[in-house]
């Protein structure tokens, strides 16, 4: 399952607009070449940053990969034996094998309810195939995130679904996983804290956690109820965004009251028509994966005794939420750290652990990666779905230009 990125991203915007402080190609002019000086002045910028983005666009596999190989070749071993782990893997019986596999192919349709739901029109094969694709990309490229979204426009370009529609299926989605990812951790402090005899911190913090959320849901629910509101709450994002930038130096961002009021304008329609059933397949499809990495560490051992289901849960959600930005491709090597650590360090067995978790990522991780692979070739054989751009029928629930 793979949610697109809220926030900014390097490839153009969907609706051809330039952004915020993005500057236009120059144009031709009739009074004649620029003074040589100027042209210097202009080429010792871009030769300066040259270098600076190569080193970027090398140094983020090489990250990628220093994680991964310390994570595997190292951590691993020197948290418990491999031949330990192994074995807890395969004493699973097949039946305990078949309830996890069957759980994995669940949480792999799950977020194709959450695409139907955000984008009308969209049938669920063309869903399987979005999702599969760019999930794919997003756990085997670095920044695959972005790229998976370049992916998923031009697959519904191809099926003749507009920009617009476009945009507001990948927004709402990637919002409404946004609060998911938010407010799982804050319910599972809740519940670990209501669990027993809750101790001061543990109340204080799931306290906080859901004013925190409830605040976040009554903004959101402000910005939708006018057009003045949207507008205001943009401006103050502004204002907050712009004074958290300049102690760093970087320059103002500019636009978002705009931005604000047309996310609004796109959406309202949409999200009045069906908020209920967005929102319950998006926890659908979170609790989904939550439930795969469950399942795995009860066929391996790892009873309630040792982790209860809301502990699973609390290490679960954090682990998330921590790897929300895309340091590895798929979070690959720090979110077993993550989920290794925190679940032996709630009782579990270290081996047992460490073979859940394992298992828990090749079902949610490796495999979509052949999955999709397979989607993207279909994509790029199969005919049959094509239309010309724009050309999709249209609805009601969301404003179309083109």
């Given at each position: ?39 210097q ?27 991964v ?5 190292y ?14 893997i ?35 094969r ?56 938010l ?12 669990q027993?005899t ?7 913090g ?52 705009r ?7 796109r ?13 319950v ?115 009601h ?6």
């Amino acid at each position: 399952m793979t949610s697109p990125p809220i926030g900014r991203s390097d490839h153009p915007p969907p609706d051809g607009t330039a952004g915020a402080g993005v500057p236009a190609p120059a144009e031709s002019s009739s009074a004649g070449p620029a003074p040589a000086a100027a042209d210097q002045a202009r080429e010792a910028p871009l030769k300066q940053r040259r270098p600076k983005s190569l080193l970027r666009r090398v140094l983020s596999p090489l990250i990628s990969l220093a994680i991964v190989v310390a994570v595997f070749f190292y951590f691993i071993p020197q948290f418990a034996s491999i031949s330990d782990i192994w074995a807890e893997i395969q004493a699973m019986t097949w039946r305990e094998i078949s309830v996890l596999t069957a759980a994995a192919l669940w949480n792999l349709v799950t977020y194709w309810f959450v695409m139907v739901a955000t984008m009308p029109g969209l049938k669920y094969r063309q869903a399987a195939v979005v999702n599969q694709t760019t999930t794919a990309v997003s756990n085997t490229i670095p920044v695959g995130s972005a790229i998976g979204i370049g992916v998923s426009y031009a697959m519904y370009d191809s099926w003749g679904f507009s920009r617009s529609r476009s945009s507001v299926g990948l927004t709402i989605a990637g919002v409404w996983n946004n609060f998911a990812k938010l407010g799982m951790p804050v319910v599972a402090l809740a519940l670990l804290a209501l669990q027993a005899t809750p101790s001061t911190g543990r109340l204080f913090g799931a306290l906080i956690g859901l004013g925190l959320l409830v605040a976040a849901i009554v903004v959101f629910g402000m910005l939708l109820h006018s057009h003045e509101a949207a507008r205001r709450i943009g401006l103050f994002m502004q204002r907050t965004v712009n004074a958290l930038l300049k102690p760093l130096r970087r320059g103002p961002v500019q636009g978002w009251d705009r931005a604000t009021t047309k996310f609004r304008s796109r959406t309202i329609l949409l999200l009045r028509a069906r908020w209920l059933w967005i929102t319950v397949a998006t926890l659908i499809s979170h609790l989904s994966l939550y439930l795969v990495l469950l399942i795995a560490l009860r066929q391996v051992g790892v009873s309630e005794a040792e982790v209860n289901w809301v502990e699973v849960l609390v290490v679960f959600s954090f682990a998330r939420l921590i790897t929300a930005p895309p340091i590895t491709p798929g979070a690959v090597g720090i979110i077993e750290v993550l989920l290794i650590t925190g679940l032996a360090a709630a009782g579990g067995d270290r081996p047992e652990v460490a073979a859940a978790v394992l298992i828990y990522r090749a079902l949610t991780y490796v495999l979509p990666i052949p999955i999709g692979a397979f989607t993207y070739l279909f994509w790029r054989r199969n005919k049959s779905w094509r239309r010309e751009p724009g050309k999709a029928p249209r609805t009601h629930l969301v404003p179309e230009s083109v």
